[in-house]
């Protein structure tokens, strides 16, 4: 059967009407692709900051500059917690006394058993003149040493005077009033031979545990010719 004349005109009707709605699924659809392109675009460019930033932030961190000024504040911070700890602690607010002494010749100082003679150039307060001796001025540890220059100028190989060896016998003393006595503490035994020029230094170091009030001094048994007064030392700090 044929279709009548109203039957087409409807269906032309509802075709007509059908085209607008489809074109508007369209459109929503292609604004929703939109959407989410430019949320995935945004997305995408906030994560690139970020990448960048955390790059950025690194590379200052591992720059030497910046470490250097790190490691200046830690230290300086160190040494502010060091200061105050130092300044709250009675032991630290000692001086620490350092004495050096040089040996001083003397015409009545030419002869072996005595105590050496010595000028203070450093820590003049702490030698006592009369008893030849470093007085200490405070209990703690103590580092001592003593050098002996020894020096024998000429050749004697013809005077059979001079054939055999010089001996030099040093030994360091501490005086204490618990005992009242000069004791050795230190010593050394050396020698030279005459036959020619000699120029040595005999050296001696040891770290003691001292009182307030005792005595140091150098005591030469022999050899006391053999020594070089220009360059002989003896000295003790305070660790």
């Not at 006595?181 to 035994?189: C, F, G, N, Q, T």
Request: aromatic share 10%.
């Amino acid at each position: 059967m044929g279709r009548k004349p109203q039957d087409e005109v409807a269906l032309r009707d509802v075709e007509i009407g059908a085209r607008p709605d489809e074109s508007l699924l369209v459109l929503l659809e292609h604004c929703r692709d939109m959407k989410r392109q430019e949320t995935r675009l945004r997305l995408a460019t906030l994560f690139l900051l970020f990448s960048c930033s955390a790059v950025f932030i690194f590379c200052i961190h591992q720059s030497p500059a910046f470490r250097g000024q790190a490691v200046a504040a830690e230290l300086g911070t160190a040494y502010s917690k060091q200061d105050n700890f130092m300044k709250d602690c009675p032991q630290t607010n000692l001086t620490r006394p350092s004495i050096h002494l040089t040996s001083v010749e003397s015409d009545d100082d030419k002869s072996n058993g005595a105590h050496i003679k010595w000028n203070a150039t450093l820590g003049e307060k702490y030698y006592n003149s009369t008893e030849r001796a470093i007085v200490i001025p405070q209990p703690g540890i103590y580092y001592v040493y003593l050098r002996i220059a020894l020096c024998w100028n000429g050749d004697y190989t013809e005077n059979p005077e001079y054939t055999e060896d010089k001996r030099i016998s040093i030994k360091l003393h501490i005086w204490k009033d618990s005992y009242q006595k000069d004791v050795p503490i230190m010593e050394a035994l050396d020698g030279i031979a005459t036959t020619g020029y000699v120029n040595r230094n005999v050296y001696l170091g040891q770290v003691f545990e001292l009182k307030t009030g005792d005595l140091l001094r150098v005591w030469i048994g022999d050899g006391y010719e053999l020594i070089d007064i220009r360059k002989t030392s003896f000295g003790a700090l305070l660790l």
